[in-house]
């Protein structure tokens, strides 16, 4: 019994969604959308007391129920529960391609984050007076080496834009409006 529990539970369902957010005025249907997919969940996967906080609904999947508005959510939506202990994380079953790409994404990013809060933590420790001259200098070098590179671009979108204005100076046509009475 002790490894069955140990094991995480997948189930998939097509949670029906129409007749709960049309209870509802137009408003709040995206609102009662996600708590009826709590409530759903909470039923199926015989969560005790049906606890709807013990339900986590996956960031894409929540952005899915909102993406047209808190008026117009999904009738229905395929989800794939996985209840581990007590509490069930609910995501897609199909994930979207637009989906993937968003994770891809956040993952890079998190990561990103991550090895500069690494490099943070290592900065503490001292190195000798010379070295942080050095480091300094060489910041200061491309500070100025960045500052030069834009003053350049600067200078030559200048001179771009006053070539395209010289270019294209051509007469407009002016039209005169005259009264319908020749008195």
Avoid: C
């Avoid at 989906?99 to 420790?125: C, D, I, M, Q, T």
Wanted: positive net charge.
């Amino acid at each position: 019994m002790a490894e069955e529990k140990a094991k995480p539970i997948e189930r998939e369902y097509v949670i029906p969604l129409r007749r709960e957010w049309l209870k509802v005025e137009e408003y709040r249907r995206a609102g009662r959308a996600a708590k009826a997919v709590k409530q759903f969940i909470a039923k199926h996967m015989k969560i005790p007391e049906r606890d709807v906080d013990k339900v986590k609904l996956d960031m894409y999947l929540n952005n899915e129920i909102w993406f047209r508005g808190k008026r117009h959510p999904p009738s229905k939506i395929k989800v794939k529960a996985i209840k581990e202990g007590d509490i069930v994380k609910v995501e897609f079953v199909e994930t979207p391609q637009y989906v993937k790409f968003l994770k891809a994404k956040h993952e890079r990013l998190h990561k990103e984050a991550g090895k500069e809060e690494k490099k943070e933590e290592a900065k503490p420790e001292e190195k000798p007076a010379e070295e942080k001259k050095e480091i300094m200098e060489e910041k200061k070098t491309e500070v100025e080496k960045e500052k030069s590179v834009e003053e350049k671009q600067i200078k030559e979108a200048k001179e771009e834009k006053k070539a395209q204005l010289h270019a294209v100076k051509d007469k407009k046509v002016e039209i005169h409006r005259r009264s319908m009475n020749r008195h």
